[in-house]
Nanobody
């Protein structure tokens, strides 16, 4: 079984910064993409950013230039640096990892428990 443990959420004023971390642990062969999703009240969960093992990234349009995703492959950890935060960034942020459990298995998607980010003055 694979576990994703997130940290770094909290309350911040508009224009402030937060850094989210997510560490994967357990019995796995490799991790393909790792990413961050968010879900605001009454809205669907949406992709914020994700990153492949080779470092290639995708960002949701509203966070481009403000958020930066990175990963440490040796630690199976993904980070999300969030700068210039806006009230509309308020949501529960979920870590996701697409994992290969063995050399010949397909990809299985795992989720963290979620961490609250609140941007308010």
């Amino acid at each position: 079984q694979v576990q994703l443990v997130e940290s770094g959420g909290g309350l911040v004023q508009p224009g402030g910064s937060l850094r989210l971390s997510c560490a994967a642990s357990g019995s796995l062969f490799s991790i393909n993409r790792m990413g961050w999703y968010r879900q605001a009240p009454g809205k669907e969960r949406e992709l914020v950013a994700d990153i492949a093992g080779d470092g290639s990234t995708n960002y949701e349009d509203s966070v481009k230039g403000r958020f930066t995703i990175s990963r440490d492959n040796a630690k199976n950890t993904v980070y999300l640096q969030m700068n210039d935060l806006k009230p509309e960034d308020t949501a529960v942020y979920y870590c996701n990892a697409k994992v290969r459990l063995s050399r010949f298995s397909g990809l299985t998607s795992y989720w963290g428990q979620g961490t609250q980010v609140t941007v308010s003055s």
